[in-house]
């Protein structure tokens, strides 16, 4: 494959990938690959498929989320539970680079698709294990959504107002930065693969990346863990607002709410000048966070005061010449109809196998040289049996 070739279909053209996992850690790590180029074949139960393509809104019986998390896969209807289908997969990890699973730890070793067969076959392959617990302790065998990791992790206690229940983010964060943590791990992998080529691995050592979903969640959280350690303090709820920085917050408009973000010293002083309170901005105690989230409630009540009687328009206009860091709260619909989101290319439009076109979110992150791009639609169940195994002799 000459130079161009393979800029243009992706950093990660070349790379093979084989997915048996389901919903969403796993397959959010594919989709992930297979934007930047990879060859991605998602291996699907052949009655049902993936429980997600039965998940939320559906058009034509298959859900418009599947339309995203399968864009630019193969789908091959294979039953696991069938010896005779493991050793066609088995074969196809035997020519992989990358195998992603997101099963409960000890059914792939149960199917004899454990790392230790597999790697025996495949040294070069890296194997991504995303479960709820990861693959050892004594949580390892209990079931995991991202929902529980989410508790267990440190963020459900957080997302809430101070006294009421715990709510959710309101998408299945958990997963998604498990997938995340997932890619890196692969990135990581392929990197030492690469550097340990030598005479006695010709494609380089693969290795297993073990992602425990509460794990990837209390990885971004923050000054939680030694907060309580140097000094006993259990963060609690705060609501809308960031607990100590301040100011940082949302805050009551006639038609809405604003997000304001005026935590920095010097942002602080142009938002203070911006609201009519420049005796605050020229305050010397007010001068850095620590004297500011003395006085958090002083400050948030002089902004609330001022962007009460205004529109969130109105406030955005005065915050944004300012420059001061502050934005509304977006719906779908304001996504949508965003001339930002629609320059940055984050939302694109694909034609699904009904017939239907349909908006989806962009590629992220945006490399210059080679970037990713939505090059195939989702799969219909066991779309590509077909070609991709008649591509490949027969199972030993």
């Known amino acids: 494959m000459d130079a161009q070739a393979a800029v243009s279909r992706g950093p990660l053209a070349g790379l093979k990938v084989v997915e048996l996992g389901q919903l ?25 498929g993936d429980p997600l393509r039965q998940w939320r809104l559906l058009h034509d019986g298959t859900s418009v989320w599947w339309q995203v998390q399968s864009r630019n896969k193969q789908s091959v209807a294979l039953d696991l539970k ?93 997963d998604t930065l498990a997938s995340l943590h997932g890619v890196i791990g692969i990135l990581m992998a392929l990197q030492h693969r690469h550097a340990s080529i030598g005479p006695d691995a010709p494609k380089g050592r693969g290795q297993v990346v073990d992602v425990a979903l509460y794990e990837a969640v209390f990885n971004c959280m923050e000054s939680l863990l030694p907060e309580y350690s140097a000094f006993g303090a259990v963060r609690e709820p705060a609501g809308s607002a960031l607990p100590g920085i301040a100011p940082s917050n949302a805050y009551p408009c006639g038609d809405g709410w604003v997000l304001v973000a005026g935590n920095g010293d010097s942002i602080f002083k142009r938002l203070m000048s911006a609201i009519g309170r420049d005796d605050l901005g020229a305050d010397a105690a007010l001068a850095g966070n620590a004297g500011r ?104």
């Open 293 to 396: 989230v003395a006085r958090v409630a002083e400050i948030d009540a002089a902004i609330a005061a001022w962007t009460t009687p205004r529109t969130v328009v109105d406030v955005l206009e005065v915050l944004n010449a300012a420059a001061v860091p502050a934005g509304r709260i977006y719906t779908a619909k304001d996504i949508a109809e965003d001339p930002h989101y629609r320059a940055r290319g984050m939302i694109q439009r694909v034609i699904t196998a009904e017939g239907l076109a349909l908006d989806v979110p962009g590629i992220v992150p945006k490399l210059s040289l080679t970037p990713g791009a939505i090059t195939r639609r989702a799969p219909t169940l066991g779309e590509d049996n077909d070609a991709v195994l008649s591509a490949r002799p027969p199972a030993a």
């Open 82 to 174: 069938d010896e005779a289908a493991r050793a066609i997969v088995r074969g196809l990890i035997g020519e992989a680079d990358v195998l992603i699973e997101n099963f409960k730890p000890g059914v792939m070793e149960a199917w004899g698709l454990d790392y230790e067969r597999l790697s025996a076959a495949n040294p070069g392959l890296i194997m991504l294990r995303i479960s709820g617990y990861g693959q050892t302790g004594p949580y390892r065998d209990r079931p995991g959504f991202g929902v529980v990791a989410e508790a267990m992790g440190g963020l459900r206690h957080l997302t809430a107002e101070p006294g009421r229940v715990p709510v959710r983010v309101g998408v299945s964060i958990g």
């Open 24 to 48: 969403i850690a796993g397959p959010f790590a594919a989709k992930t690959l297979a934007d930047f180029g990879a060859e991605v074949i998602k291996i699907e139960p052949p009655a049902s």
